[in-house]
């Protein structure tokens, strides 16, 4: 595309080393003054690709046609600025097809609209670009964080990236940064887990993988952080229903994920479709203004959930007509509206500014967030790479990574008298709802929304039975696959002697992922019962979204393998560790509940350990936060601390030694947390401030070492300052504690 703005004015400028990244400068203030208000609002929508595609929404051509009538009426009447997805009731598309779309709205944009603004494309590429076939799944977010390799988890990321630019798509609704602190929400799976460190942390490591150091190139993407705020705290655990939660946890739990994302430089956010504290986030200034913007210093875009503006006249019941709901948002700080369905936002959003109730001033601040979005991604030089620079699409490379991630996600919560790996010619049985599905090791996000669609599966990849086959030969395990009923399953069990069962969650997310009961699906729970009067022992792999309440099976259960939402490598990663190709390494990012009614997360308050007989016995998790075994056994040899006090500017190190004590080589994550016994904000009982991973060969240590400052302790005190209080700390790492003064 050419370039027809170029001076030397205020604007963007970012220049690439990488092959096809060039950029030059594009004066966006100039590009804004030449804009009628009809392209600035055309900017700040964002359509889905059923408004420009054959058929009607929600019912289209399969595969996917655009429209060309619909696409002119898009570009030369709206001026859209970006489209987004499949079309909603859809499903991937091949790459071919991806790119041959998107490169036909670039051309229709370039011919038809008078500024030649380049269209952005955003994308749900929620766990590898799920929305185009043949390429690479990877395990869910939650099984990255259980991994706790940030360098992992970053090139996890830098892959998926890799594989969406590919498609065309250089936006990405990724990653999901909401805390899982609610155990019976939808998303549960989408997110980093429950920790405000190991989240920022991950949050990180994520924006560097999808953004690179620089997004104009072939191989990055802009990542979108969402969702923006409280969205994964609904009190009734239901999906886009009301959280309240007060000023000061919003900033001491749920921001700091974005602010470490922001701190990366994280160019776009999307924001909470539901509302905190009786306020939808969507016509919420002191979010989307206030804290967003002016506290935490977002500088990039602000979009609108699905159909969001909708929604705060027929979902929150705020606005009185469609016409209100844009004014409230606008003013509220919105800069894309993803309406998606239909093009009312660019209409109603014209009457505002014609009437003079909406500056056109305020759509110019979103309006060069936008631009500086699409300049900074090099769309004004290059709308769509050569495909010929993605040889890496799909490739055994990026297959090879995604079971590295699974295997290194693989949680070990119980392993009595080391059931696991399997012994030399032990026979195993293996069944259960996931032993031969791929759709449940993937969950949603994949290929469709809800991800349930059978028939988009690879031939090519693995199930967990298909796989234990191919590692210990077909006369070694045995399976439901031919069993009719559950008296021909039992029998065929007898024969083994161990057995293996794979526990699910149906796909789902957002709505239709709603539950009602955290508790294990009672035909699951009767299918280990029935199984465990065989007297073998019993293991049990949960392919899981969300910890579903597994307390009783669990005590049939002599090993629990907690395998997450491992991907498409996740058959073969958890055959590999049944068999001890891998030695399990993961940690639970999260705190497993024991019965449905007790969510108790390990940052506790000391409050929340009083037990009905007053003893302080009352957290009393299924599996702590961080908890992992793995084949060999480590410990934690001595802790040594630099100083005794901690002041500005100053830092005390952490010297950690760890002997793998086993007979096999592994990886040990050591966690590092502290304690603050009194404080002017009632202290959680333990935090985690610091993390490492560190593999070790048998009957060989290690040192890690940690640096730590003042402000790493700090708190967010009642006037929602964020302070490191005077007074002792108590650090701690496995059984050894030391205390710095903080001054
Ligand atoms: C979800 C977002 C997603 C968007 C676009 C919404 O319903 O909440 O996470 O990015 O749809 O598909």
Known sequence: ??????????????????????????????????????????????????????????????????????????????????????????????????????????????????????????????????????????????????????????????????????????????????????????????????????????????????????????????????????????????????AWIPDRELRAYFAPPFQAAIKQGAMSVMINSGAINGIPVHANADIMSGLLRREMGFEGVAISDWEDIQKLLNVHHVAADLKDAVRMSIEAGLDMSMTPNDFAFCDLLAELVREGRISERRLDSSVRRILIMKARLGLFDTTIFGDEIYPDFGSEKHKNLSFEAAAASLTLLKNNADVLPLKNKERVFVCGPAAHSMHLLNGAWSRTWQGNDTSFHHDNRKTIAASLRNYLGPERVLDDAACADRKSLLRMAAKSDKIVVCLAEDPGTEIPGNIDDLNLPRAQQELVTALSKLGKPIILVCCFGRPRIIHETAKQAEGILYAYLPGDEGGRAIAACITGRINPSGRLPFTYPRTANEFVNYDHTASEEIHTDFSNTAYRPEFDFGAGLSYTRFRCDTMVVSQEALGDGDSVEVRVQISNTGNKSGTETVQLYYRDPVASITPAVKKLIAFRKISLEPQTRGTLRFVLYKEDFALVNRNLKKIAEPGIITLQVDRFKHDINIH
């Not at 560097?208 to 802009?222: F, I, T």
């Open 1 to 242: 595309m050419n370039l027809k703005f170029l001076s030397l004015n205020i604007g963007v400028m970012l220049l690439s080393v990488e092959a096809g990244a060039q950029q030059r400068f594009v004066d966006v203030d100039a590009l804004i003054a030449r804009m009628s208000l009809e392209e600035k609002i055309g900017q700040m929508t964002q359509i889905d690709l059923g408004v420009i595609a054959r058929g009607s929404i929600c019912n289209l051509e399969k595969p996917q046609n655009l429209d060309s009538q619909k696409l002119t009426t898009a570009i030369s009447m709206y001026h859209i600025g970006s489209v987004l997805n499949v079309g909603c009731g859809s499903g991937a598309m091949s790459l071919e097809r991806w790119r041959s779309i998107v490169r036909q709205i670039h051309r229709e944009n370039q011919r038809l609209s008078r500024l030649n603004i380049p269209i952005i494309y955003g994308i749900d590429a929620i766990h590898g670009a799920n929305y185009t076939l043949g390429s690479t799944l990877f395990p869910q977010q939650i099984g990255l964080a259980a991994t706790w390799d940030t360098a992992l988890v970053r090139k996890v990321f830098a892959a998926s990236a890799y594989e969406t630019r590919a498609a065309g798509t250089p936006w990405n609704f990724s990653p999901v940064l909401d805390l899982a602190r609610q155990p019976l929400w939808s998303r549960f799976f989408e997110t980093f887990g429950a920790d405000v460190h190991l989240s920022s942390s991950m949050a990180t490591a994520a924006i560097k993988g999808l953004q690179g150091d620089n997004p104009a190139s072939p191989y990055h993407v802009a990542a979108c952080m969402k969702h923006f705020l409280g969205y994964g705290f609904p009190l009734s655990g239901k999906d886009r229903t009301p």
